[in-house]
């Protein structure tokens, strides 16, 4: 068994000069799945308040950024064991362009809507979502999705441990307790664990099953952890270049979306990043000893919150800096070297990369003005998902209900039917439910 096989079979044509992972890469750019992201959007497309990158932009920077840490770490270490085994450019780009297939609209809002929803039927879980679009739901062969290959697919599988394995019992999604004529989601226990989907079993037992028994039941291992679900403790290597590329695009480029937008103020970047941004600023003012004077950390935040061109050098800098810093990390548990090798960041940038993440939540997730059309989109993802199972037979569209019936009545047809709705679908499916306003039957389902 080799990492580059695929679950159903299938032979390139003799003239075809494409590899695997160019192979893997236009299946995925040509896919239903990557189409749609582009009406995703990384937060909420609700109002006059999104960011200005959809899902598809902000794939398509995390695998740009994945294939220049693969070239990254080549040139800073050409003698290391590791180095032998990076990816190709064309499979890290599709590992990175699949990376939010699996997200349902209104982002993560809407992943929990989806888990609640879900929650008798095996849950929802967006990176377990992607697993089952790739491996099932698209239409690229009879009975393998995408029939993408084993490495790709190992790439993508983020979270090696089944959804009933790492869910903790305890933290069976409910409603809160108090409103009597509203339903509001407990978000503690709506939350669904890091995971892929039980029904995609099989093909995880297929992805792994180079790998000797030992060497998979260390790299399945999850920690459990009181009052909390289960969490996995390894990736692949592929895997860790996508998941430090996804972290900088979302630390950096949602920070210049938000910044553009004028959704986070200066003062407060500057009292929370002054001091994590310090390595930054060395660097900077080492590289460019004349630019900013003895104030380096003042120039920066003025160029950040200034001039539209000299964001964007402030931007290029700082994911030329969390890039170059790239290193490797060990895990000598394992044999196999995709498992036995990780990229990561440590150190003060990981500090610096954890700073900006936390002041995208803090400072803009996690304000109410964002939080109000959280609750809403979380609230019709629900009523659409309960309608379209209360009625399968009269609300679903043709297609979707073909699929329904030929699962028996499953309701994870339905979830596999909403997930894929862009935010504006959703919407338009939601007014068309439940608004008062009359309905067309013109309308597109």
Known sequence: MNWYARREAWSAQAEDAREDGDIDYARVVHSASFRRLQGKTQILNLGDSDFYRTRLTHSLEVAQIAGGLARQLAKSFPDHPATAHLPDRSLIHAIGCTHDFGHPPFGHGGEVAL?????????????????????????????????????????????????????????????????????????????????????????????????????RDAFTALDHREGKHGKTRHKSFDCSIMDLADDIAYGVHDLEDAIALGLVQKDAFARALAAPSAPFLDAIKARYPGESGNDVFSAMVEGLFGDEGLRKRYVSRLVGHFMTGATYREEAAFGEPLLRWRVTLEGPRRAFLDALQRFIVDELIASPEVQHLEFKGQTMVVAVTEALAADPARLLPKTALERYEAASGAIRVIGDHVAAMTDTHLLKTYERLFSPRMGSVFDRL
């Open 115 to 215: 888990n609640y929803a879900l929650r008798d039927a095996g849950g929802f879980e967006g990176n377990g979502q992607t697993l089952r679009l790739l491996t099932r739901l698209e239409r690229f062969s009879a009975n393998a999705g995408a029939n993408l290959c084993r490495r790709t697919l190992l790439g993508v599988l983020k979270y090696p441990a089944a959804f009933s394995a790492a869910a903790n019992p305890a933290l069976r999604p409910r409603l809160l307790d108090g409103p009597t004529t509203i339903r509001v989601l407990d978000p503690a226990t709506c939350k669904p664990p890091k995971a892929y989907l039980d029904s995609e079993a099989d093909v995880v037992d297929w992805i792994l099953a180079p790998l000797s028994p030992a060497e």
